[in-house]
């Protein structure tokens, strides 16, 4: 079993959608990351965080530390938004351990 | 454009062949990251530099080397791959390790 595991692997939306894409985690961590991953395979970073909640434009990333839980939220999704999301997470040890990613797809 | 540029962007080579990937980031940071993400598998860590000094290194077969001549570039150095070895290789940086990253786009690497 992973150390860090996302649910769905795969999602298909309707542009407009309320999306949800969760991550969980079984190891201690000191700070957990969302990477957004487009065809081509370029990855960006849109959060990092260690407790409570970031809001950036039309995403949200909640982290909640005692059940090792986070999810990442697109409100109003588009087209564009269309990629693999990932999350990874900074365990005690130092290194960053990625989930296998959520492929999503927001079709017009 | 994230300030982190690889070449080639597509690499095809045999198991014979010496090729080297490049990194190059023009953020002024100081940690600079290799990572291997095959089909289906989460992205592996496989060398991490500091200050231009090695201080990660993730059971990495001998066949990949990595070069930290300054810290704004890094190399990776490829002999005799097998196919297996297949794979999309990214690029990161960072201020200082534990910082957030800054990913390149990664060079497709085929081997035959």
């Known amino acids: 079993k992973n150390e860090v595991e996302q649910s769905p692997q795969n999602l298909t939306a309707q542009e407009g959608e309320f999306i949800t894409i969760n991550c969980s985690y079984s190891v201690g961590i000191s700070a957990l990351h969302w990477l957004q991953q487009h065809p081509g395979g370029g990855i960006v970073s849109l959060f990092m965080l260690s407790s409570g909640k970031k809001k950036h434009g039309r995403l949200i990333a909640t982290i909640n530390i005692q059940e090792k839980h986070s999810s990442l939220h697109i409100t109003a999704s588009h087209p564009r938004d269309s990629a693999v999301y990932i999350c990874a997470v900074r365990g005690n040890t130092d290194k960053l351990i990625f989930g296998t990613g959520t492929r999503l797809q927001v079709f017009p | 454009e994230t300030g982190v540029t690889q070449t080639p962007r597509h690499l095809v080579m045999g198991m014979t062949n010496k090729k080297s990937l490049k990194c190059e980031q023009h953020?002024?940071?100081?940690?600079m990251y290799w990572y291997k993400q095959s089909a289906k598998k989460p992205l592996e860590l496989m060398f991490v530099?500091?200050?231009?000094?090695?201080?990660e290194n993730n059971s990495v077969p001998s066949r990949f080397s990595p070069e930290c001549p300054n810290s704004s570039h890094l190399f990776l150095h490829l002999h005799t791959l097998q196919p297996e070895d297949s794979a999309l290789y990214l690029c990161?940086?960072?201020?200082?390790?534990?910082?957030?990253?800054?990913f390149g786009p990664g060079t497709r690497l085929t081997v035959t």
């Open positions: 530099y500091n200050f231009k000094e090695q201080t």
């Open positions: 990161a940086s960072s201020r200082h390790h534990r910082y957030e990253q800054y």
């Open positions: 953020l002024g940071h100081n940690a």
